[in-house]
């Protein structure tokens, strides 16, 4: 028998668990491990709420975590409540699908004022993530800077631009919810440091911007590359521009109609965050593109901001005795393998990049490497010697049937027309999940 455990219970977690018993059928003993007492990671907390058919891929994950020799172990945190080494101890094989939960930092002078969140932050707080529920962002300025050209910035973006009704269907969090019904919001600007061609931004993603009910996108023709340019363009990126364009096109009049604007500042790299105790505005260097690369001209111009949202990519958090790859913000390893018995997958492995489904070939690749590795299993104690742990420090283990106690709690709190109303506090959860 081989026992593994795999730390983290996001796409990149159940993508391995479900790789392992391909791998090895009733031959292994997976245990998932999660520091929150509800399982899926980026799917429950970072998939944006009106997006509801990409976090439907958690249904699959289900499935994986149902199989008997599947274990969930939430509300244990891996670092405090057990070692890495402990686990190693224990298992033959530690994979470490932790993601990547925090914000890289701006690095620009202003970055402390008060309404200034990272994307993890801000994100976490409308999806309900217990970290930032009570982030309480102001809304009752104007503008919104919305920093970084990916997904991401569009998902925050889109998320401002949105009206209640909007929202139906979605699971948004209550405390969200409201606040962007009060939000006075009028002006979303989207600031990327480099142009049209070198946006981040997925297609199907961009069109959405398009048909929202009060917010028109805004894009000054001027900034546009010459149209024969596209063609040199790989095909998903030529649809993005294809849509930046025809935002480009849309009517004033059409505009007039809109309540709120979404507008596209291309070439413009942030140089500051300025305001006394709140942020009041952003000023920005007007660049060039050579190479590829963003050049600042020396030309700057302040673009009034009460709210700043930073959508530059994420970062690993390290783990004492982890080796970690500071430059890239995710662990150092060679194709998934950290040190003997220890791995990791996903985004902890490569970095913030990809879609949900460019996990499962990196779950199926980590274990290709254990079974090389490990072969039978060496007799370790697995689950059996974790529980004897857990007792003895008196860790309250969530297990995937107290989930699925939880999961029922928040699908009878939904308001009408939606999936479920989350608990946004980890005692609530614990709650839920009855004696
Ligand atoms: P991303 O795609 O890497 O985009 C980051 C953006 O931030 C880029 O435009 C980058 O510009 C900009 N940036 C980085 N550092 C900056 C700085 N110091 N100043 C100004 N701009 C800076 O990252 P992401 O949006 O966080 O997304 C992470 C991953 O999740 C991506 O793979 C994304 O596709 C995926 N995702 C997918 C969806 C979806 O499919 N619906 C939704 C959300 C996220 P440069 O290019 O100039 O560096």
Request: hydrophobic content about 40%; aromatic content about 6%; proline content about 6%.
């Amino acid at each position: 028998m081989r026992h593994i455990a795999i730390i983290g219970s996001g796409p990149a977690g159940y993508y391995t668990a479900e790789a392992a018993q391909k791998q090895w059928g009733d031959e292994v003993r997976v245990d998932v491990f999660d520091r929150l007492p509800v399982p899926y990671g980026l799917i429950r907390t970072g998939v944006a709420p009106d997006h509801q058919s990409i976090k439907a891929v958690s249904n699959r994950y289900e499935k994986t975590a149902l199989s008997d020799n599947v274990g969930f172990v939430g509300n244990v945190s891996v670092g405090s409540d057990v070692t890495i080494a402990e686990l190693q101890g224990l298992y033959d094989a530690v994979v470490l699908a932790t993601g990547a939960p925090h914000d890289r930092p701006l690095g620009l002078p202003g970055e402390t004022l008060g309404n200034v969140f990272g994307s993890a932050a801000f994100v976490g707080w409308y999806n309900g993530h217990p970290q930032f529920a009570d982030l309480a962002p102001d809304l009752s300025g104007e503008t919104a800077v919305v920093i970084g050209m990916g997904n991401v910035a569009l998902d925050v973006a889109r998320i401002l631009a949105k009206t209640r009704e909007e929202f139906a269907g979605s699971d948004i969090v209550a405390h969200a919810l409201d606040a962007l019904e009060r939000s006075n919001i009028r002006r979303v600007v989207i600031l990327g440091r480099r142009g049209p061609h070198q946006i981040m931004m997925t297609p199907k993603e961009l069109g959405e911007l398009g048909h929202l009910q009060r917010a028109a996108p805004r894009v000054d023709p001027a900034d546009l590359p010459e149209i024969g340019e596209d063609a040199l363009l790989e095909p998903g990126l030529r649809k993005s521009v294809n849509h930046i364009r025809s935002f480009a096109a849309i009517p004033e009049s059409h505009r007039a109609d809109m309540a709120l604007e979404v507008e596209f500042d291309f070439f413009a790299a942030p140089k500051a965050l300025l305001g006394e105790r709140m942020v009041e505005a952003v000023e920005v260097e007007r660049t060039t593109v050579e190479a590829g690369r963003a050049v600042g001209t020396g030309e700057t111009y302040t673009i009034p901001a009460s709210l700043v949202v930073a959508c530059i990519g994420y970062q690993t958090s390290p783990i004492e005795g982890v080796p970690f790859d500071e430059r890239a913000g995710r662990f150092a390893n060679d194709e998934g393998r950290i040190l003997p018995g220890l791995y990791c997958v996903g985004w902890a492995r490569r970095g913030p990049s990809g879609t949900i489904g460019t996990n499962r070939p990196d779950g199926f690749g980590v274990i290709e490497k254990i079974a090389e590795d490990i072969g039978g299993g060496s007799g370790k104690q697995g689950r059996g010697g974790f529980d004897r742990l857990a007792a003895e420090r008196s860790l309250d283990v969530v297990t995937f049937r107290d989930w699925k106690k939880i999961e029922e709690a928040e699908t009878r709190a939904a308001r009408e027309g939606a999936p479920r109303e989350k608990f946004v506090d980890v005692a609530e959860m614990i709650k839920a999940r009855g004696g």
